[in-house]
Structure formats: structure tokens, C-alpha cells
């Protein structure tokens, strides 16, 4: 049994009518019309190639956000890497740059990097210490000149005795 889907779009130079065959786009455009997004995602992502186009728009959205942290103009906290910036560097404060720069970077990095299953510990500081650290070193891929965070570790960890137990528990301190 075949399903169809008349669509009436109303443009300024007249009405146009559509049928659509395709049971998925059908059902995608009646959940949306319904005012059920959630389920017409849900829909969408089932069908093979409405999955593909849906991901190319994230990864799209991704990149432009990638960008945008990356250009010189309103610089990235990343990109300052004088005496002074490099103390001043938090993790705090680039999870908050992420957070408004970049909402989708940081909404996927939180849901690779955190298990929803876990309780541990471990999985409340992924927020504070993981996301932005990841980030960082995805930002410092795309553009070398990202470095801050990069080169504040090291400068820790040359001088606090790198690789020692005292020398990580300082870093960590020190960061957060």
C-alpha cells in the first residue's frame, strides 16, 4: 500500500500542488506541519538519504562555527598567547567562549565525550576539563596559531617536572 502527500504551497504568484510518493519525506512533512519536529528529525534521519543531507548541514554548521573561532577578527581566547593571557588562561573561560561561539561544537564534543549510562565522578568534570581541552586541540589542528592552551601546558609541564604525579595534579590546579 502506497502512501502520498499532497503539498500546497502558497507563493506570491500563485498556489502551487505537489505530490509527493516518497512515504518518509511525507511523513517528515506532516510531523513538521503538526508541529512535531522532534518526531519529523527522527523520521528523517531514518531514511538513508535525508540522513546524509541532515549530517552535511551539521557538519556544515560545525565548520562555519570552526571558522568563526579561528579568524583573527574576535579572536579566540586561544590566540593569545603573551606572559600575561597565558596566566589569565582558564578552562572556565574558554567552555564559556565555546558555549556562545561555537553551541554545536560543544554540544557534540559533550556527547562523544560524556556516557550517559556512567555516574562516576570522572563524568562531572568532562564538562569542565574535557570539552574544552578536546576542543582546543581541534582548534589547534585547523589553526596553529590556536596555541595558547597548547603552550601553556607545556610551559607547566617543562617546569613542574613533566610526566610526575605533582607535576599533573599542579597543572590540573592551576587550569581549573
Known sequence: MFSFCKVHINYPSGKQRKVL????????????????NKTAFNTAIKN????????????????????????KENASILRHISPADLVELKLEKLKGELCLKAP???KLLSNICKSK????????????????T?????????????SA?????GLILRHAGAGTL?????LIEILY
Open 134 to 146: 578536546a576542543a582546543s586541540v581541534i582548534l589547534y589542528s585547523r589553526c596553529l596559531e590556536m
Open 166 to 170: 605533582v607535576g599533573i595534579t599542579f
Open 21 to 36: 510518493k516518497d512515504c518518509d519525506i511525507a511523513h517528515v512533512i506532516k510531523y513538521l506541519v503538526l508541529g512535531k
Open 117 to 132: 549510562r556512567s555516574k562516576s565522578k570522572s563524568q562531572v568534570r568532562v564538562d569542565e576539563v574535557v570539552i574544552p
Open 149 to 153: 592552551l597548547a603552550y601553556r601546558l
Open 104 to 106: 554545536m561544537l560543544t
Open 48 to 71: 538513508e538519504e535525508l540522513a546524509f543531507q541532515l549530517t552535511e548541514i551539521v557538519f556544515k554548521l560545525t565548520d562555519a562555527e570552526c571558522q568563526g573561532l579561528c579568524k
